[in-house]
């Protein structure tokens, strides 16, 4: 009975099925998520209970207080997500962030580049380091063609 367990938790670990990477990222972005707005919106209600009821002097809970707290949320959501997202991305997926600005450096450099042969090596060098695929080969269009289609 242990067996079983065991093995299918070894198949997913070492070969990456069931993209169970993305399953731990969105477990840790979204728990995380939801634990700071937990936090914020208990917060907020309490906080702004207290403020009403010092202005006001009413010992019933205002609705207002709610309302509020739960627009400060809805408001909070996307941007928080984004940055829990990126922390997570840079501190648990290390490769896929440089990835990224491994790619918007060669397009920087790309911009400036005239030689096509220095160009050639960076754009193979680049696909290495993001990629690592097992073989990488550039393939051009040979000059004879391009030539014979400007003359025309």
Do not use: C
Request: proline share 4%; hydrophobic share 45%; glycine share 2%.
């Amino acid at each position: 009975m242990v067996i079983v367990p065991l093995s299918l938790s070894i198949a997913v670990l070492r070969y990456r099925l069931y993209d169970i990477d993305v399953f731990i990222n969105r477990t840790l972005v979204y728990v995380s998520l939801t634990l700071m707005l937990g936090l914020v919106y208990l917060g907020s209600v309490v906080t702004l209970q207290y403020a009403f009821r010092a202005l006001t002097g009413q010992v019933e809970q205002p609705p207002l207080a709610i309302v509020v707290s739960t627009l400060v949320i809805a408001a909070l959501f996307n941007p928080l997500r984004r940055r829990i997202q990126s922390f997570i991305d840079r501190r648990f997926y290390r490769s896929k962030y440089d990835a990224r600005r491994t790619l918007e450096a060669f397009s920087a450099r790309l911009r400036d580049e005239t030689d096509l042969e220095a160009l050639n090596g960076e754009l193979v060098a680049v696909v290495r380091e993001t990629m690592q695929p097992e073989h990488v080969s550039l393939w051009l269009r040979p000059e004879t063609a391009s030539r014979v289609r400007q003359a025309n």
